[in-house]
């Protein structure tokens, strides 16, 4: 023991400290999806393999290792969801946040718009971008270009409306796009009684860092969802309040902004 404490360098500390944490991030990364059944299946394929050479079970041997040998392409093939993500988040970790610029006003037309069609009956899925460009999503919809007001995002979600089973994506302070098609969660522990748009919402903020909003028309429900987690029952109030510590650092509002802006 003291022999290898002495042989152990300050490099080897370190290595293993960075394999501990890629393990640990990806231990965080597949929690709760259908990855963990995936990497269970594959291990137990393994240890069969290993099995199999032991107990000189030659065609079981052959065929495990013949499907072993391209494990690294299978596990890509597989994975290829969660290894998108998982780049994705380290990608958002090492570049620099875009400055939130005059935000305010934005956002409070989003919450207007929201509690509005929450009265009205009427669903919705409005999609902020952040760090993550949204580009292939907009580019599959249709382009709009719009200045974000209430009026425009109401109408767009009328149930008459061409484009109102899609979502509007708000990139660049604008409405770039509406109609777009978001990719559904396929995580298997979400609740059935979620819809179409909250699994869309989800599936989205799982790939990315956006911010999205869905208003349901059946139980008239305001949810925000970000990074694969969902707040429902929101009221007016309480989305403001989310939306306020997501995109506005505090020291730069001043604390009655919110009530002026209602106010007008």
């Given at each position: 023991?003291?022999?290898?404490?002495?042989?152990?360098?300050?490099?080897?500390?370190?290595?293993?400290?960075?394999?501990?944490?890629?393990?640990?991030?990806?231990?965080?990364?597949?929690?709760?999806?259908?990855?963990?059944?995936?990497?269970?299946?594959?291990?137990v394929?393994?240890?069969?393999?290993?099995?199999?050479?032991?107990?000189?079970?030659?065609?079981l041997?052959?065929?495990?290792?013949?499907?072993?040998?391209?494990?690294?392409?299978?596990?890509?093939?597989?994975?290829?969801?969660?290894?998108?993500?998982?780049?994705?988040?380290?990608?958002?970790?090492?570049?620099?946040?875009?400055?939130?610029?005059?935000?305010?006003?934005?956002?409070?037309?989003?919450?207007r718009?929201?509690?509005?069609m929450?009265?009205?009956?009427?669903?919705?899925?409005?999609?902020?971008?952040?760090?993550?460009g949204?580009?292939?999503?907009?580019?599959?919809?249709?382009?709009?270009?719009?200045?974000?007001?209430?009026?425009?995002?109401?109408?767009?979600?009328?149930?008459?409306a061409?484009?109102?089973?899609?979502?509007?994506?708000?990139h660049?302070?604008?409405?770039?796009?509406?109609?777009?098609?978001?990719?559904?969660?396929?995580?298997?522990y979400?609740s059935?009684?979620?819809?179409?748009?909250?699994?869309?919402?989800?599936?989205l903020?799982?790939?990315?860092?956006?911010?999205?909003?869905?208003?349901?028309?059946?139980?008239?429900?305001?949810?925000?969802?970000?990074?694969?987690?969902?707040?429902?029952?929101?009221?007016?109030?309480?989305?403001?309040?989310?939306?306020?510590?997501?995109?506005?650092?505090?020291?730069n509002?001043?604390?009655?902004?919110?009530?002026?802006?209602?106010?007008?």
């Open positions: 023991m003291l022999e290898f404490a002495q042989s152990l360098r300050w490099q080897d500390i370190f290595d293993i400290m960075i394999v501990s944490f890629i393990i640990y991030r990806i231990m965080l990364l597949i929690r709760g999806t259908r990855a963990v059944q995936m990497l269970i299946g594959i291990v394929l393994i240890m069969l393999y290993f099995a199999a050479r032991e107990l000189e079970f030659l065609t041997y052959w065929l495990l290792g013949t499907f072993l040998s391209s494990i690294f392409l299978i596990i890509i093939i597989i994975f290829q969801r969660d290894i998108r993500r998982a780049l994705t988040q380290v990608g958002r970790q090492t570049t620099f946040s875009k400055p939130q610029e005059n935000m305010v006003p934005i956002l409070l037309e989003i919450v718009a929201a509690q509005q929450a009265q009205r009956k009427i669903g919705g899925l409005i999609v902020i971008e952040r760090e993550t949204l580009n292939d999503y907009i580019e599959s919809a249709h382009d709009l270009d719009a200045i974000v007001s209430r009026q425009l995002l109401v109408s767009i979600f009328q149930t008459t061409p484009l109102h089973d899609g979502a509007v994506i708000i660049n302070d604008r409405i770039s796009s509406a109609g777009a098609l978001l990719p559904l969660t396929r995580n298997p979400v059935k009684q979620l819809g179409t748009r909250h699994r869309a919402a989800i599936g903020s799982e790939e990315t860092d956006a911010v999205i909003i869905v208003i349901s028309e059946e139980t008239q429900k305001i949810s925000l969802v970000q990074h694969g987690a969902i707040t429902s029952g929101l009221d007016e109030n309480a989305l403001r309040n989310q939306l306020d510590a997501i995109f506005t650092p505090k020291e509002i001043p604390p009655l902004l919110w009530k002026n802006w209602l106010n007008k």
